[in-house]
């Protein structure tokens, strides 16, 4: 990237185009964002209520330190620290040095690693990938030490991977409580289900500032639209046969990754299981994360896929691969240390993944103009394209003019939007969450300012609380203004759901910290 500029993947704009949206925002005095202003050429959507903040605001943070066209780098540099550090903390514990470093590289460039990077350029899941390895680490504590004192780690890393990628948070979900059974079912005991369930459940109360909000105003914007045409788990299983040619070139490409992973790590874990007498526990727990994995990314899992509660949202069943890619760098790193020379084993799969990043790198899409598209766009007023799900319930973005002024006016004989006269209305603050606008009309005016209509939105005629309507052709906000001379004000207030999710996570972490503080603090048992 320091030679070619940024590698432009399926969601690169939309990451980018939230981070310069929140960066953005900061500026104003906004710190948390909700509305993303500049989404649908300017007319907004409540983007942040529901994609998880952890990503975009360490994008935001570091484009308004760097210059933006090096934010993607660096956010991709961190992160796969970030997932060395993570597995080389899971594997220190289980593995000689040697094998703990091995381990370490293997799953920070690990090849559906490279995929994310170079083909997907999805932030948010590589940023959970990353954590996942803690997820892992932090539940062999609560099996293994048969105490509450891991709790609070197992509860916070868990609410990591819930604020980075929603996707990646539902697969988690299911693969700690898969890891948890193992274990309980190993100690014969109760005891870390109930622990790891009171670790699941102070995670998602750590997070429930974003997930209750998102998931009570789902109601109100088109989330269904998340899982249309070749959006559906049906349509996305490893080697799929569907219409679309360059959907289907790219399925085939991560299926290839896919089973080549399947592969590598099945071969791993029958050399590995010499050694499953040095860490039980640890290796039944992956050996049947791994099994499941694969299990979900083919069609015969269909059913679990219907029938488990949100996992639908998770789209693309090759998504298996995070927790799968930790299975597979532990399993190749204790395998390696089986063989007679180790270096020349690591060496041979550390030539593998160089030459295979090689190959992505030359076939990834290269554009290094789509930031200053972005940042052009946003600067002169003109927006970026909006997402189907975040629409507001009714609207319409495909119908939504391009350029339209700020404030415009429905004119009453022929029913079209027109701009209205400057000596009318006045803009007096017009920023992401508040706009007021003066206006002195003698025979009363339907307003029509760029904004989507959307219940958090509160209107305020001189004061007091109006009611506003949506424009039914795109759900643009319309509000009828008496003759006379008026101050409008709209602001995205906080909604119900929101203080109490805040209130939620507040109380969690006080009561986390207490009770880390508490608790007597035991050393873990000396791993063989």
Known sequence: MFFRGNASGHDFEFHLASWLDVAGQWREGILFPRWAEWANWGFGEPRFVFYPPASWMAGAALGSVLPWRMAPGAFIWLSLVLAGSSMWRLAREWLPDSQVTAAAVFFAVNPYHLVVVYY?????????SAIFPLVI?????????????PVPILATAFAAIWLSNAPAAVITTYSLALMLLVGACLRRSVGTLVRGGAAMAAGLGLSAFYILPAAWEQRWVQISQVLSENLHFDQNFLFTHANDPEFVLFNWKVSAVALTVILLTGIAAV??????????????????????????????????????????????????????????????AAAAGRSNRKWLVCLALGFTLVAFAGVVIRDAWWDSEDIPVLMEGIHSGHGYEGTDEYQPAG?????????????????????????????????????????????????????????????????????????????????????????????????FGRTRDRTIGAAISLVTAFSLSLFAAMVPRRRPPATP
């Open 271 to 332: 050399f590995a299981a010499r050694t499953r007498r040095d860490f039980p526990e640890l290796w039944w727990m992956l050996l049947t994360l791994g099994a499941a994995s694969v299990f979900f990314m083919f069609p015969p899992s269909s059913i679990f896929w219907r029938r488990l509660p949100e996992l639908r949202f998770v789209q693309f069943p090759w998504r298996w691969l995070v927790p799968l890619d930790a299975v597979f760098a532990f399993f190749v």
């Open 137 to 149: 680490w932090a539940a062999l504590r609560v099996n293994r030490e048969e105490s509450w004192t």
């Open 395 to 491: 609207s319409d973005r495909y119908n939504l003019p391009e350029g339209a002024p700020q404030i415009a006016k429905v004119d009453p004989e022929s029913g079209s939007i027109v701009p209205v006269l400057s000596a009318q209305s006045s803009i007096a603050r017009w920023s992401a969450e508040d706009k007021v606008v003066s206006e002195d009309s003698a025979g009363g005016v339907t307003l029509v300012p760029r904004v989507l209509n959307y219940p958090a939105w509160e209107l305020r005629v001189d004061g007091k609380v109006a009611r506003a309507d949506s424009l039914p052709q795109d759900g643009q906000l319309l509000v009828a203004i008496p003759p006379a001379a008026h101050r409008i004000e709209f602001h």
């Open 120 to 128: 997907r350029s999805d932030f948010a899941e590589l940023l959970a």
